[in-house]
């Protein structure tokens, strides 16, 4: 499928483009952006808003200042009196374009419009539909097929975790309301953004000029069938990876059985990615009875790409039915009808063999060495919290493994290393203890990893400063330890390895070894 038609892109019901940079101006006269909203709302009204509770805004907003006049408008979706309105904004334009209506001196906002901050402090604006600037596991309450949804969770934890460099190309599957395409926009030279619903297309094109970002090339179709055999540096999706019975919304159900719609798409990825490139997805799978989950999703992985997949929640089947059923609102219907609903994603479950699901992230990055039959491919469960943005910590992630590839006993032994920055030691064991039972290395930042070390490690990592080869302080070890140093050498490197892999170690380049 080419390019979409204009008349099946921008629908009618919503607004125009043609004011956008008049309207975004106005918008940043009053303050109307993240940092705005914060000094007005406070902190508790501000998160409530997050929750997809409004009350303690309203209360914060009663005066009768421009950016209240407006987080009423966009935020709250309250009417305000015309008079006040045209204070604020070009309320002609507005109204023509079609962001607001009026009727009987008073106007609405006919979308919801969200402040956002950009990783370098840019204001942007996320456009959705009214009552969706915040959704997914929060809930919208929603049983609209085609409804869009604005910012959350989801749509920040994938920007977070996003590997951010010049590329030429990348690629938005699943766009939504644009804001991985916002975000590619500020490092691609050229972006694409595809959808399988066009409502979703006119909203991510009022995000991205709202925002005063470059426009994206808009497609309309299903995963990669809206750009054939084109190939990217950089592929982004959030796709409606909700493992549901049927495709009732758009936004979270996938259509196609159980978690096939995202093993199609990871696995079709390998032949649209660019050597080098980068793909980023969030996913759901099954976890199914005599089947590990690690070797399902190990099958996804296409040939000639490197993995790193992060599995960061389990439910059991009750548990994931329940929330999205939430999510869609069925809870507060009529008590039989959310009861069939219930039974039906039970249903789909068992017919499946399904006891669980699990959430987490795939990066893909097609490589070389992958296409020459060495793919590195690291499946881990890690529920615990990480430091966002953590696109840094995931492009080091892949230099480890390439770093390793290369290395062997060794030339690891000849190696020098710096420990990485803000890992802390800790001791564990009973008071007054003349030796720890064990050391744990701790790191504060990117995956905030901890691993437990053997005397040798604590010493090993504690003096890497790179100025000595890891050969020459193990043998320094071995004397201070009265240690055979030929032994010390054979059962170190993998120790050596695995704090490197995990990044508690940073390699030096040859020749650039600290001076001592």
Not at 77 to 103: I, K, Y
Not at 382 to 388: F, G, I, K
Request: glycine share 10%.
């Amino acid at each position: 499928m080419g390019h979409v038609s204009k008349t099946s892109l921008f629908a009618a019901d919503l607004p125009a483009a043609d004011h956008t940079p008049r309207l975004r101006e106005a918008l940043l006269a009053a303050a109307f952006t993240a940092d705005g909203l914060l000094d007005l709302l406070g902190a508790p009204a501000y998160a409530a808003l997050a929750r997809s509770e409004t009350v303690p805004a309203l209360r914060a907003t009663r005066g009768e200042a421009p950016l209240d006049t407006l987080v009423r408008l966009f935020l709250l979706q309250r009417p305000v009196p015309a008079g006040r309105a045209a204070a604020v904004l070009p309320l002609a334009e507005c109204v023509a374009d079609g962001w607001l209506t009026e009727t009987d001196g008073e106007v609405r906002a006919t979308v919801d419009v969200r402040p956002y901050s950009g990783p370098e402090g840019q204001d942007w604006f996320i456009v959705s539909d009214l009552g969706c600037a915040v959704g997914g596991a929060g809930g919208i309450g929603s049983r609209e097929k085609g409804v869009v949804l604005g910012i959350g969770g989801a749509s920040t934890t994938l920007a977070g975790i996003t590997v951010r460099r010049p590329v030429a190309s990348a690629l938005d599957i699943g766009t939504g309301s644009g804001i991985q395409a916002l975000h590619a926009a500020q490092h691609a030279t050229r972006v694409t953004a595809t959808d399988l619903n066009p409502r979703a297309l006119a909203f991510a094109r009022l995000t991205l000029a709202l925002s005063g970002a470059a426009p994206a090339d808009l497609r309309e179709g299903s995963l990669y069938e809206p750009v054939g055999a084109e190939t990217f540096d950089l592929i982004v999706s959030n796709p409606p990876f909700v493992i549901s019975p049927g495709a009732r919304l758009t936004y979270r159900d996938g259509g196609m059985s159980g978690d096939d719609l995202c093993r199609t798409l990871v696995q079709q990825t390998g032949d649209r990615l660019n050597e080098g490139g980068f793909a980023h997805f969030l996913a759901n799978w099954q976890h199914t009875e005599g089947e590990e989950w690690q070797d399902r999703v190990r099958s996804w992985v296409p040939d000639g790409c490197d993995a790193w997949i992060v599995q960061r929640e389990v439910q059991d089947v009750t548990q994931y039915a329940e929330l999205w059923l939430r999510d869609s609102g069925d809870h507060r219907t009529d008590p039989a009808e959310y009861e069939a609903r219930y039974d039906a994603w039970l249903d789909e479950f068992e017919a499946r063999r399904a006891k669980g699901v699990g959430f987490g992230w795939i990066t893909l990055r097609k490589s070389a060495a992958a296409a020459a039959g060495e793919p590195s491919i690291v499946i881990e469960e890690w529920p615990h919290a990480v430091e966002q943005p953590l696109g840094p910590a995931v492009e080091a992630h892949f230099a480890r493994q390439d770093y390793l590839r290369e290395q062997d006993d060794a030339a690891l032994l000849a190696a020098h290393f710096t420990l990485a920055a803000e890992v802390v030691q800790e001791q564990v064991g009973l008071p007054g203890a003349e030796d720890p039972e064990h050391v744990v290395l701790r790191q504060n930042r990117g995956m905030r990893r901890a691993t437990k070390v053997d005397a040798v490690g604590a010493g090993f990592a504690g003096v890497c400063d790179g100025s000595l080869p890891a050969g020459r302080i193990l043998d320094a070890i071995a004397q201070l330890m009265n240690e055979d140093p030929v032994l010390l050498r054979d059962r170190t490197p993998q120790a050596i390895r695995l704090l490197v892999e995990e990044g508690f170690l940073e390699p030096l380049p040859p020749g650039g070894q600290v001076a001592g």
